[in-house]
């Protein structure tokens, strides 16, 4: 029977916020006791979030990368504002050099627009030199857009180069909660059949066709000396034959009647009815490795006034951490104002790293969960498929599925060395 003297409350908005509490939270509350298989959840709250006040600070700061910064990104913007240079270079020498324009323009700029447009104008000065007239030429204009979209590239990448940093800082404390029933992953990986024929393309064909019907010892050094060999053939019924003959009819093109020679199942018509079928050859080739996700669901039934309000604010936090934020405080381009306040861009969600325990001790015998984002949450109140609530209208039991996504490869060194 329900437990009808049941009291919830709202779950506390400042638990994350100001009081510089750590957040701990399990289910049940007697984890650790009568159910010795849990599952932990830390949280990692991006640096640049406004709730970042209770978390632990830079001794717990994390960075996790795959591939840290692309080789040779810097030296290519630097190649193409140097190609853009090169290319509207004339044209602009010859409507007027537009460094100096650019920066008396920007010269009375203010905010974030006006830093843009000096950074313009170094831009545009140091690759076209100065001068003083308005540009109006479209080339021109094309020419310095170019240009200044590859400066300003290469500022931003000499501060972040082309990488994903994943820095964030760890929250003091954690979500613990009971193994589910059901656990498992997949490691998964994309192959592509590719046929090597067809790589080979019509010279792999005429090729193979040609070496097997020429007399032994003799080499096929052009197309010309493929199609010599096989106009002097009899009119046999040979694959090899047909196979260069569908190759080098559906190839060619007929400008008097329009398309080619032959329709593309030439070759198969022709091999079929001498009772052949072309062999397709068939290579299976390593194409990238999936990120691995994991499925959690946990059926929650509290049996007293704390656990439900224990329940409550578990719930909530997996919903709040895999939530975005908006209106974020925009860093200024550097000696220009203060931080504003801006409605286009979002602090990303929170990250989780997931442990799985017996006791007090990580599982040996189960895999190591890298660092995850949470991509899905399925909050159902009536699993049962009817209406049940206590008598303050606190359902009687919740099931909570989380979809996580690792962001972390696995390699083989990954396996090896940290058992993944």
Same mark, same amino acid.
């Not at 709202?10 to 007697?30: F, I, T, W």
């Not at 991006?46 to 406004?50: C, I, L, V």
């Not at 692309?70 to 810097?74: D, H, V």
């Not at 096929?220 to 197309?223: A, E, F, G, L």
């Given at each position: 029977m329900?437990?009808?003297?049941?009291n919830?409350q709202?779950?506390?908005?400042?638990?994350?916020?100001?009081?510089?509490?750590?957040?701990?939270?399990?289910?049940?509350?007697?984890l650790?006791e009568?159910?010795?298989?849990?599952?932990?959840?830390?949280?990692?709250l991006?640096?640049?979030?406004?709730f970042?006040?209770?978390?632990k600070?830079?001794?717990?700061?994390?960075?996790v990368?795959?591939?840290g910064e692309?080789?040779?990104?810097?030296e290519?913007?630097?190649?193409?504002?140097?190609v853009?240079?090169v290319?509207?270079?004339?044209?602009?020498?010859k409507?007027?050099?537009?460094g100096?324009?650019?920066?008396?323009?920007?010269a009375g700029?203010?905010?974030?627009l006006?830093a843009?447009l000096?950074t313009?104008?170094?831009?545009?000065?140091?690759?076209?030199?100065?001068?003083?007239?308005?540009?109006?030429?479209?080339?021109?204009?094309?020419?310095?857009?170019?240009?200044?979209?590859?400066?300003? !590239?290469?500022?931003?990448?000499?501060?972040?180069?082309?990488? !994903?940093?994943r820095?964030?800082?760890?929250?003091?404390?954690m979500?613990s909660l009971y193994?589910?029933?059901n656990f498992f992953?997949?490691y998964?990986?994309?192959?592509?059949?590719?046929?090597?024929?067809?790589?080979?393309g019509?010279?792999g064909?005429?090729?193979?066709?040609?070496?097997?019907?020429?007399?032994?010892?003799?080499d !096929?050094?052009?197309?010309d000396d493929?199609?010599?060999?096989l106009?002097?053939?009899?009119?046999?019924?040979?694959p090899?034959v047909?196979?260069?003959?569908?190759?080098?009819?559906?190839?060619?093109?007929?400008p008097?009647?329009?398309?080619?020679?032959?329709?593309s199942?030439?070759?198969?018509?022709?091999?079929?009815?001498?009772?052949?079928?072309?062999?397709?050859?068939?290579?299976?080739l390593?194409?990238?490795?999936?990120?691995?996700?994991?499925?959690?669901e946990?059926?929650?039934?509290?049996k007293?006034s704390?656990?439900?309000?224990?329940?409550?604010?578990?719930?909530?936090?997996f919903?709040?951490?895999?939530?975005?934020?908006?209106?974020?405080?925009?860093?200024?381009v550097?000696?220009f104002g203060?931080?504003?306040p801006?409605?286009?861009?979002f602090?990303?969600?929170?990250?989780f790293?997931?442990?799985?325990r017996?006791?007090n001790?990580?599982?040996?015998?189960?895999? &190591?969960i890298? &660092?995850?984002?949470?991509s899905?949450?399925?909050?159902d109140?009536?699993?049962?498929?009817?209406w049940?609530?206590?008598?303050?209208?606190?359902?009687?039991?919740? &099931?909570? &599925?989380?979809d996580?996504?690792?962001?972390?490869?696995?390699?083989?060194?990954?396996?090896e060395?940290?058992g993944?």
């Open positions: 329900a437990d009808t003297s049941v919830t709202a779950p506390d908005k400042n638990k994350l916020k100001s009081d510089g509490k750590s957040l701990n939270l399990k289910y049940p509350l007697d650790g009568n159910y010795p298989h849990s599952v932990d959840f830390v949280i990692y991006p640096k640049r979030s406004a970042s006040k209770t978390v600070k830079a001794e717990n700061t994390t960075n990368s795959n591939y692309l080789g040779g990104f810097k290519a913007t630097s190649l193409a504002q140097g853009y240079a290319q509207g270079g004339y044209q602009i020498a409507d007027a050099a537009v100096a324009a650019v920066g008396a323009t920007a700029g203010k905010g974030f006006g843009i000096k313009a104008a170094g831009a545009a000065g140091s690759a076209f030199g100065a001068a003083a007239s308005v540009v109006t030429n479209s080339k021109t204009q094309a020419a310095l857009k170019g240009a200044i979209a590859t400066e300003l !590239i290469k500022k931003q990448s000499e501060l972040t180069g082309l990488k !994903i940093e820095t964030a800082e760890k929250i003091d404390g979500i193994m589910p029933a992953t997949t998964g990986h994309d192959y592509d059949q590719i046929s090597v024929k067809e790589a080979g019509m010279l064909m005429l090729g193979a066709a040609g070496q097997s019907l020429l007399p032994s010892g003799e !096929i050094k052009s197309v493929i199609k010599k060999y106009s002097a053939l009899p009119g046999a019924k040979n090899y047909a196979l260069a003959a569908g190759a080098i009819g559906s190839s060619t093109q007929t008097i009647l329009g398309g080619s020679l032959v329709g199942g030439f070759a198969d018509v022709s091999l079929f009815n001498m009772g052949y079928a072309q062999n397709p050859m068939l290579e299976v390593y194409r990238g490795t999936n990120f691995r996700s994991f499925q959690f946990f059926m929650f039934q509290p007293n704390k656990e439900a309000r224990e329940v409550q604010e578990i719930i909530k936090q919903k709040f951490h895999a939530a975005p934020e908006t209106n974020v405080l925009v860093d200024p550097q000696g203060g931080p504003t801006s409605p286009m861009f602090v990303p969600p929170s990250e790293g997931i442990t799985l017996h006791g001790i990580k599982n040996p015998y189960l895999p &190591r890298g &660092r995850c984002v949470l899905r949450i399925d909050v109140y009536s699993p049962s498929g009817q049940q609530t206590y008598a303050d209208g606190n359902p009687v039991e919740t &099931r909570l &599925r989380l996580f996504t690792e962001v972390e490869l696995i390699t083989k060194e990954k396996i060395k940290d993944y």
